[in-house]
């Protein structure tokens, strides 16, 4: 015989909010009740309760409400940190008309790195890019295009050739003007003049191939991967019936879970031993001489920069105010002394990467 739905006591619901921040997934959540309690019929509930709670309490939040605790947020992230940027403008009805915000870690890596925004959308993409940011250069994804080619030249004969050729078109051409010769050579050569996808690329080749593109930095991307391997990151916090105010507490709950992922590597690092790719002797013995000593490897660097410093305080004292070396006095063996850190002998190795 099922129970009946009953009123959920104060710690099942604080759990069950607490799980759902985490992202948890409802049946989980039903499930670690049903282990601690010892079983199904030692609970007072079911799952389909946990679920409605969920629905009713967590998701369905007003969004003046959430409007409202998105501005308390922000304002408790700035008492914690001063280094916490926000800016947040509001409707006459209390809405959120815009907002903008950045924690202090995002902040102290554009200072470091500098960012790259990458968009995944197709929207209104160009006509949302001219209005906001004016200068931004846009451009296509050569891999899309480039994964199109066996749909749309199929009824070709020799489709493979041709598609070889075009790809040796578009990545070998060394100047805008030899690609701009060897692709209506391939053009010609193989009767695509009168093909509508081609002669469409021909006209954007601007934004999609990559000579004239090389002179822009992109950050090293030629594809929307790395957005598509961030939504899947984020998808694990959040969903689209997250709200406002759980989205950015899910937000620093992300950031939180990549800065940890990367001290347990580095952590992971600092006691690993590579393994040998041999059995030799020789090879065992140096990779247990070298084996990761960070605070060693720090101490020495600290050791050879107070050791520089020292000497660029005497060089200045012996140059009498004058604050460069000049290339007519100084010979080869000395700058290399000056710049070269002691080397000494230790067991550690450097982290690399």
Same mark, same amino acid.
Request: hydrophobic share 40%; net charge negative; no cysteine.
């Given at each position: 015989m099922l129970k009946q739905h009953s009123e959920l006591s104060m710690s099942i619901r604080r759990t069950i909010e607490n799980n759902k921040e985490a992202g948890i997934r409802p049946s989980k959540t039903y499930q670690s009740f049903v282990a601690a309690a010892g079983g199904h019929r030692e609970l007072n509930f079911i799952e389909k309760d946990v679920r409605n709670y969920?629905?009713?309490?967590?998701?369905?939040?007003?969004? &003046?409400?959430?409007?409202?605790? @998105?501005?308390?947020? $922000?304002?408790?992230m700035k008492e914690k940190n001063q280094n916490f940027f926000f800016e947040l403008e509001l409707e006459e009805d209390q809405l959120i008309k815009l907002a903008f915000w950045a924690d202090a870690r995002s902040r102290a890596a554009f200072e470091y790195f500098g960012d790259v925004i990458s968009f995944d959308t197709t929207y209104n993409t160009n006509r949302a890019l001219e209005a906001c940011?004016?200068?931004?250069? !846009?451009?296509? @994804?050569?891999?899309?295009i480039m994964k199109k080619i066996p749909s749309k030249l199929n009824g070709y004969k020799?489709?493979?050739?041709?598609?070889?050729?075009? *790809? &040796?078109?578009?990545?070998?051409s060394h100047s805008k003007d030899s690609f701009d010769r060897n692709w209506n050579d391939f053009l010609l050569n193989f009767g695509l003049v009168d093909n509508k996808w081609l002669s469409d690329l021909s006209e954007d080749h601007y934004i999609w191939v990559p000579i004239?593109?090389? !002179?822009? @930095?992109?950050?090293g991307m030629r594809s929307t991967q790395r957005s598509e391997s961030m939504h899947s990151f984020f998808n694990k916090f959040i969903t689209r019936n997250?709200? $406002?105010i759980q989205f950015v507490k899910q937000y620093d709950n992300c950031l939180g879970s990549r800065e940890q992922a990367k001290r347990e590597s580095d952590a992971a690092d600092f006691h690993t031993v590579i393994p040998c790719a041999t059995k030799s002797s020789i090879e065992a013995q140096n990779i247990c001489k070298f084996t990761s000593e960070l605070e060693e490897l720090t101490a020495i660097l600290h050791c050879a920069y107070d050791t520089i410093m020292v000497e660029m305080e005497e060089l200045k004292a012996k140059r009498?105010?004058? *604050? *460069?070396?000049? !290339?007519?006095?100084?010979?080869?063996e000395s700058v290399n002394e000056f710049q070269s850190p002691p080397r000494i002998r230790t067991r550690g190795r450097p982290k690399i990467g």
């Open positions: 969920i629905t009713r309490e967590v998701r369905n939040v007003s969004e &003046q409400e959430d409007a409202k605790e @998105f501005g308390k947020y $922000l304002l408790r940011m004016p200068t931004i250069i !846009h451009r296509w @994804f050569i891999w899309h020799g489709h493979a050739e041709i598609e070889q050729e075009m *790809s &040796q078109v578009v990545w070998n004239y593109l090389d !002179h822009h @930095f992109w950050a997250s709200s $406002l009498k105010g004058t *604050s *460069s070396l000049s !290339h007519k006095d100084a010979n080869l």
